[in-house]
Nanobody, 121 residues
Framework: QVQLVESGGGLVQAGGSLRLSCAAS????????AGWFRQAPGKEREFVAR????????SYTDSVKGRFTISRDDAKNTMYLQMNSLKPEDTAVYYC??????????????WGQGTQVTVSS
């Protein structure tokens, strides 16, 4: 049984930082495409950052480039999202996702339960 469990969300002031974690069981991140998505109130879920299935390629949505960094610890089978210079518009529920295809998208097979990130102005 696959489980993805996010943690690390919270309330932070604009300009602050948070690091989200996604611990996996039932799958190995180094053999899956995986990434982070977010959903703000009243909006659709959107892509934030991801690894390719090989882990060698990363990509980010334009609005977080230079501020967010995705990383992975294979020994812990955990994926991270370091978020710096946070803005109020980053407020959302953040989800990790994984898929056995070459690219993780909004149609990914496996999802975590989400962790709330709130950035105050």
């Amino acid at each position: 049984q696959v489980q993805l469990v996010e943690s690390g969300g919270g309330l932070v002031q604009a300009g602050g930082s948070l690091r989200l974690s996604c611990a996996a069981s039932g799958l190995t991140f180094r053999t899956y495409a995986a990434g982070w998505f977010r959903q703000a109130p009243g909006k659709e879920r959107e892509f934030v950052a991801r690894f390719s299935w090989s882990g060698s390629v990363t990509s980010y949505t334009d609005s977080v480039k230079g501020r967010f960094t995705i990383s992975r610890d294979d020994a812990k089978n955990t994926m991270y999202l370091q978020m710096n210079s946070l803005k109020p518009e980053d407020t959302a529920v953040y989800y990790c996702a994984a898929d056995s295809s070459g690219l993780v998208t909004i149609r990914a097979r496996y999802w975590g339960q989400g962790t709330q990130v709130t950035v105050s102005s």
